[in-house]
């Protein structure tokens, strides 16, 4: 079912993707068989790091700016989409629309995907039937994978595909797919949180007058300015390209047509992981660690440098230092610290992050292992949560996964607009490898 207050959203998407088939066929006629990159044995190895084999236009990942969302800088982006009143931090859901349309919103637009969003948030009672089957001490990445997997049997794009639907007009149900669960999201992890770690207060509805980001600190019992540590949250972590794990994952599983519950679950599921989604806890636990070390009180700057030295000497990373791409501090770990400055400056553990934030950065370099010795988002998100009574480490990755299905979920719909195939690439043996290795000197020297 089109919903009339987001035809306008969807006419103008539908523009965009007829323009965007022409400049796709025409790549693919005139240099289909152009060589873009090479690949050596430690890509093949190493996790396939850097290879260039995947197209996406929603977001791309600066060495040096960071995060790009559709061509801009993250603080491009939050100084020009519509905010609510008296907001400091954007509406979600022009994040949505700018990533869908690579355009700026204006209010009345973002007005109109809000009210669209309202009218597609009503929850199955099935799928709180789901939630509530789970024991009280399931893992809440888990509650709700399946609590998103549940919803499978609303998708639009799955009943069309059975009635025949044309391959030009995938994108147009997943589209209802894609906006429907993103507009219930919120809900299911405020029911969640609320299921887990407060029971006694019971589920709190959305207010019908409140944006996305808003409305779950409401749902969660939050007052301002959680509203702001929300949005910022769910917009920082939108979209990191297409190569990581939740957002490949979230491609490669709808590259086979799954629809997007299907698709949504399997990035959920690749998001908790420990080397992808669940940084920032590991940050915290850190953090706290060396709180209990100096027994509450701020250290010293040698003790604290003794601190990080004595972690790096037992052959451990600093938590929330680094990052493969990035050769800078990550633009989103700089959006939370301002917002630290501004809001929770006396916080005892943003105080320890400041301390280490300055002094860091120059152990690494004098270590000479990290290619980028600053903080990345994780080194901040965390804390922030924390501050705002958000004290379950376990939470987080909910929060992370309904920031990046919003870039997963666009990209998904590009993908089925533009026509990309099913994700195939060719493995080889080991054996095989080595051979290659032996028998093509050129390729030695590329490695």
Request: charged share 25%; net charge neutral; aromatic share 10%.
């Amino acid at each position: 079912m089109l919903h009339p207050v987001m035809s306008q959203l969807k006419d103008k998407l539908y523009q965009k993707i007829q323009d965007h088939r022409k400049r796709t066929a025409k790549l693919l006629k005139e240099n289909g068989d152009r060589v873009i990159d090479q690949v050596t044995v430690s890509q093949i190895i190493g996790g396939m790091r850097g290879i260039k084999s995947l197209v996406t236009d929603i977001s791309y990942l600066d060495p040096y700016e960071g995060i790009r969302y559709r061509g801009y800088t993250l603080p491009e982006v939050l100084e020009k989409l519509p905010k609510a009143d008296g907001a400091e931090m954007p509406y979600v859901e022009g994040l949505y629309y700018l990533l869908l349309t690579g355009e700026i919103p204006s209010t009345d637009e973002v007005n109109r995907v809000m009210m669209s969003f309202r009218n597609r948030r009503v929850i199955p009672l099935y799928v709180w039937d789901v939630i509530d089957s789970f024991p009280s001490e399931s893992h809440p990445m888990a509650i709700f994978s399946a609590a998103v997997m549940s919803l499978q049997r609303e998708s639009h794009f799955t009943i069309k595909y059975k009635q025949g639907m044309n391959k030009m007009d995938y994108w147009n149900s997943t589209y209802e797919d894609a906006t429907n669960l993103l507009a219930k999201m919120p809900l299911i992890a405020a029911y969640i949180y609320n299921k887990l770690y407060h029971p006694e207060k019971g589920h709190r509805y959305p207010d019908p007058s409140l944006d996305l980001g808003a409305n779950f600190a409401y749902m969660i019992g939050k007052d301002k300015p959680y509203d702001d540590v929300t949005r910022m949250y769910f917009i920082i972590h939108a979209d990191h390209e297409s190569g990581n794990v939740s957002a490949h994952t979230g491609h490669l599983v709808a590259s086979s047509l799954s629809d997007v519950y299907y698709a949504t679950s399997a990035m959920i599921n690749g998001l908790a992981g420990p080397l992808h989604g669940l940084a920032n806890q590991e940050v915290l636990r850190w953090l706290q660690g060396l709180r209990d070390q100096m027994k509450g009180r701020l250290p010293s700057e040698e003790e604290l440098k003794q601190y990080v030295w004595d972690t790096l000497n037992k052959g451990q990373v600093i938590p929330g230092y680094g990052h493969a791409v990035l050769r800078k501090t990550d633009p989103r770990y700089m959006v939370q610290r301002e917002f630290c400055l501004k809001h929770m400056p006396d916080d005892e553990l943003f105080k320890y992050v400041d301390a280490l934030y300055k002094i860091v950065p120059d152990i690494l370099r004098e270590q000479g292992k990290a290619k980028n010795p600053w903080p990345n988002v994780d080194a901040q998100s965390g804390v922030v949560q924390w501050h705002y009574g958000v004290t379950q480490f376990d939470f987080y990755t909910v929060l992370f996964a309904i920031g990046r299905a919003i870039g997963v979920l666009s990209n998904i719909i590009w993908d089925r607009a533009l026509g990309y195939p099913l994700e195939r690439p060719k493995s080889i043996t080991t054996d095989m490898l080595e051979e290659m290795v032996r028998s093509d000197p050129e390729l030695v020297s590329t490695n």
